[in-house]
Structures are given as C-alpha cells and as structure tokens.
C-alpha cells in the first residue's frame, strides 16, 4: 500500500457567515486487527485512529474511528466561516504517524 | 424510490419466463455528469442485441452508491486513478523508462484509448487490452516485468489509462484482424451454459435483467465502467476478475484471467456496450 495520501475539498471563498461543506477522504487500508495471515498469525492492527479539523487553531470537528471503519475513510461535515483562516487536517495512524493538509479559505 | 418498482415497461425488455425469480425493476430515470462531462448512460444497442437499448449499471444501483460515482472528491476508485497517474511517470526496468518517457501527457496521448480497445495485436495473433497493452510496453519497450494479475499497480495504471477516455463512447473496430471471429467465439461464451448451475452471461443479464437476485438488481452485465470500485470487495476490481467471479457464482470453472476465452468474452461485451460512455472507475456494489 502506498504511503497514506489526505485529501481535502472545500469552497475556495465563502461569504461570512456562510456554512461550508468540507470533504476529506484519506487513503489508508484500515486493518482490522482482527483477520489472520495465511499460517494463522493475527495481522497486526493498523488504522487511522484519530482524525481532526480546526480552523485557525480553534476545533471545528474531530472524531475517534475504531476498527470498524472501512479502508479509505471518507468524513463530511460543515463549518460556519466567520472570518478567512486556515483549516487544518490530522490523521492519527495506529503507528504513530501523522497526516495533514492545510486548505486557506477566503471571506468574501 | 416506488417508482423503480413499477411494472417493466413494455417493449424489448420483456423477460421470458426463466429460472432468476424475483421483482421486475426498471433501470432508474437519471442522468449522470462527473465533473461536468456528460456520461451516456442508456443509448441505442448496437444491431444484434436483443434489446432496444443499452444501459450503464449505474442505472441498476442504489441512489447512494449513484452519487458517489456523481462525485469524483468521494469515489474512492479515484485513489486508484491518483496512484496510476503516479506509476505513469515512473521508471522502471533496464531502459529507464516510464510510460511517460513515450507517452508523454497521458491526458493527450491516451485520450479516447480506453474507449476503444481490446485491438487486434498482430504480434500475439489475439485481441490485446489495455491490461496486456501495458505489459507488452513494459516488456519491450521498459525492459520491465510484466505486472502480475490484479496487483495493485495493473489495476491503477489501467484505471488511469482507461480513466483518460472518462465520458467518450466505447467502439470496437471489428475489422481488425481476426477480431470478427474471436467477437463470434465470445458471443458463443457468453450464451453457453456452464456450471452445476447451468448458467450462461444471458441467463442473467439478457433473461433476468431487471430482476433481484436475492439483494442483486440484475443490470446489461456492461463492462463500461471497468476497473470498477466495489463496495463488496472495498476495493477497485478488474474486468477479469469479475468474469471470474460470475463464472465462479455458476459453480464452474474459472478460466484465467487473459485466457483466449475470457479476451473473446472481453471483445464481445464491450461490443455490446457500443456507445455507453466510459465511467473508470465506476461504482458499484
């Protein structure tokens, strides 16, 4: 599997005030934890088990994910838009690495 | 969602009696754009099909699974697309080539390739497609190995190529070579019964369409998609091996994949979808 690729999409500007549509999906098989190899062996655990969002340091979302979660997790959610900023996506990996994006958005 | 319950429409569509029981369901009434291209989703079937028209399988699933194809950000066959771009600009093998080496901008040169293959590879003397299209480049031209079946890169690097075409109309030129006569050895694959079941592909997609079976809401059994994002399998799956797959739900022997008979069965059913736009990578489940 390829290294783990975030990916991001929200309106480039919005009018203040405006609720936005935010879209992330994250390549990542999730595995389980609880399937076996061939000879029998448990497969290691190995999901992206933390994902968060915040907007110019302040929180917007942010979830726990469990194993039974599909590969590839995908999360949509809104988030009112006051004033232009940064959005700033986490991906938490089970061996400790760390995705993120970054998106700017205007305020019309 | 009643609607798609109604009584079969009359006209070509008028199943006869056969084994597949189950309600009759009509192909949805929608129209699919991805990014702003129009994607043909039902067209006239070409001269031969019993039927008046051809339909994606898009057509035949769920209203959610319909969308998520609609949206290239949440398909997650796109992921797959992403790493095909990626392997395109790699170099592999004792030239030090990748495809783009050639090939250039794929975005150029491979525009509408996709839409039109399996050809006729006078070197093999048998249909080619993009699968062993790949291969015969990497082989010769990257001094590469071939891909094996169903790795992950074969079925990214086809996505991507076969994602190039996205919206154009699928066409075979059968006077290539020997092409008519492999297009006479898949029909006679695909209308031959097989298995302790004894099915054949029209027992189910020509008899049954329109049907469930069990939860499965049988469609044309059209290839226009391929490779294809599953929710079944969670992943992107190849043409060859969802005739496997079909052929193994017959409880008969899988052929190989690229086999002679499962290239013919290839060239056949993509003729029969003559004039559906490619979807790479549909969506299915």
């Known amino acids: 599997m390829a290294t783990p690729k975030p990916r991001v999409k929200l309106p480039k500007s919005a009018a203040a005030g405006e609720v936005v549509t935010i879209k992330t999906l994250i390549s990542h098989e999730m595995e389980s934890g609880q399937r076996k190899d061939k000879d029998g062996n448990v497969i290691p655990r190995k999901i992206i088990n933390k994902f968060t969002c915040e907007f110019n340091g302040a929180p917007v979302f942010s979830c726990d994910i469990d194993p039974a979660v599909s590969a590839n997790p995908y999360f949509e959610f809104s988030a009112k838009v006051n004033e232009a900023g940064t959005f700033k996506f986490t991906w938490v990996d089970d061996d400790g690495s760390v995705y993120t994006d970054e998106q700017k958005i205007d305020v019309k | ?285």
């Open chain 2, 1 to 285: 969602m009643k609607k798609r319950f109604s009584a079969m429409a009359v006209g070509a569509f008028v199943a006869s009696a056969m084994a597949v029981t189950g309600a009759q369901a009509d192909p949805v009434d929608d129209t699919l754009s991805i990014d702003g291209v129009e994607i043909i989703t039902r067209t006239k079937a070409p001269e031969g099909l019993p039927f008046d028209e051809v339909y994606s399988g898009w057509l035949f699933r769920e209203a959610e699974t319909r969308a998520t194809e609609a949206d290239s950000f949440a398909n997650p066959g796109m992921l797959s697309v992403e790493r095909g771009e990626e392997l395109w600009s790699m170099v592999d093998g004792s030239q030090g080539k990748s495809c783009a080496s050639c090939h250039n901008d794929a975005a150029e040169t491979m525009k509408g390739v996709g839409a039109n293959y399996p050809k006729w590879d006078e070197d093999a003397k048998r249909p080619i497609n993009i699968e062993l299209q790949i291969d015969k480049c990497r082989v010769e031209n990257m001094g590469a190995e071939a891909y094996k079946f169903d790795s992950e890169q074969q079925i990214a690097l086809t996505s991507y190529i076969k994602h190039q075409s996205l919206g154009m109309p699928v066409s075979v030129d059968l006077s290539q070579g020997e092409l008519q006569s492999w297009w006479d050895k898949g029909k006679q694959a695909y209308y031959t019964r097989t298995g302790q079941l004894n099915f054949s592909c029209a027992s189910c997609h020509e008899d049954g369409l329109g049907k469930h079976i069990r939860a499965d809401h049988l469609s044309q059994g059209q290839i226009n998609g391929f490779p294809t994002y599953r929710f079944q399998q969670a992943a992107m799956v190849s043409l060859h091996s969802r005739f496997r797959g079909c052929i193994r739900d017959t409880r008969a022997e899988m052929p190989k994949a690229f086999s002679d008979q499962l290239m013919a069965l290839e060239l056949y059913v993509t003729w029969r979808g003559t004039g559906l736009s490619v979807e790479t990578p549909a969506v299915r489940h």
